[in-house]
C-alpha cells in the first residue's frame, strides 16, 4: 500500500489521466460498436426517475431490503438507435456497471502509475530492464481484453450483459448470447484479477526500492569511523 501510493501521489496526471480514459472508453465503447456495426446512434438520455431516487431510499414504504435489491439494478442512462418498428438498438449503464467501470479504471490508473515509477527507477537503480517491458504489455493485454471483452447491459437482446465484442451479434440465438455473456463474465474478472496481482506486484517493487534508497541515503549520511 506504500508503494502505490507513492506511485498514485508521484503520477497524479499518469494516474488521473489513465482513470478518466478508461471510464470514457467503458461507457462509450458499446454505442460506438453498435453504431459502427448496427445502425448509429440517435438518442441519449439520463434517467429521469433519478430525481426521485433520495426519496425513494429512505421511504419506510418499500422494504429495505427490496431497496438494496434494485440500486444495483437502476439504469443511470442509456444510448439507443430507433428503427421504423422501434428501437434497433440500447445500450444502458446501470449502478452496478458504474461501480465496476469505476474500480477497473482505478486498478488500470494505479497499474500504469507504478509502471512508470517502476520504469523511472529502473534507469536510476539498474533494475532488469525487462521488468518494465513486460509490465506495459501485460497493461495494454490487460486493457485490450478488459475493453473489448467486458460486460454491458444490453436493452432487448435477451440477455442482461454482454461483452462488447458481442454487440455486433445481438441477433444470435439466445444459448449463443448466454454463452457470450459467460465469457464476458469470466473475462471481467480475469482483467481484476491479473491489474490486481500487477498493482501488488509493483507496488512492492516501488515500496522495497524508496526503502533500499533510504537505507543508503542513511549511510552515507553517518560519520566514519575509525
Not at 444510448?79 to 467501470?101: H, I, M, Q, Y
Not at 518494465?132 to 490487460?142: E, K, V, Y
Not at 512492492?204 to 552515507?220: P, Y
Amino acid at each position: 500500500m506504500r508503494g502505490i501510493g507513492a506511485a498514485v501521489r508521484g503520477r497524479p496526471a499518469v494516474f488521473g489521466t489513465a482513470v478518466a480514459g478508461a471510464l470514457a472508453v467503458s461507457v462509450l465503447l458499446p454505442p460506438l460498436v453498435l453504431s459502427m456495426a448496427r445502425k448509429p446512434c440517435d438518442y441519449f438520455t439520463l434517467n429521469p426517475w433519478l430525481a426521485a431516487l433520495p426519496h425513494y431510499l429512505v421511504s419506510a414504504d418499500v422494504p429495505l431490503g427490496q431497496r438494496l435489491a434494485f440500486l444495483p439494478n437502476l439504469a443511470l442512462f442509456w444510448f439507443s438507435s430507433d428503427n421504423p418498428w422501434g428501437v434497433e438498438w440500447g445500450v444502458a449503464v446501470t449502478v452496478a456497471d458504474l461501480l465496476r467501470f469505476l474500480a477497473v479504471a482505478l486498478l488500470f490508473g494505479a497499474y500504469l502509475a507504478l509502471w512508470v515509477e517502476v520504469r523511472d527507477r529502473i534507469g536510476r537503480a539498474g533494475w532488469p530492464a525487462g521488468t518494465s517491458r513486460q509490465g506495459g504489455l501485460a497493461a495494454a493485454l490487460a486493457g485490450v481484453l478488459g475493453f473489448s471483452t467486458g460486460s454491458c447491459s444490453v436493452m432487448g437482446c435477451g440477455a442482461p450483459v454482454m461483452p462488447v465484442l458481442g454487440l455486433a451479434f445481438t441477433g444470435l440465438a439466445s444459448g449463443t448470447i448466454k454463452l457470450l455473456s459467460t465469457v464476458s463474465a469470466i473475462a471481467t474478472a480475469a482483467v481484476v484479477v491479473v491489474l490486481s496481482l500487477g498493482v501488488g506486484y509493483f507496488g512492492w517493487l516501488v515500496d522495497a526500492a524508496a526503502r533500499s534508497q533510504a537505507r543508503g541515503a542513511g549511510g552515507a549520511g553517518r560519520p566514519a569511523t575509525s
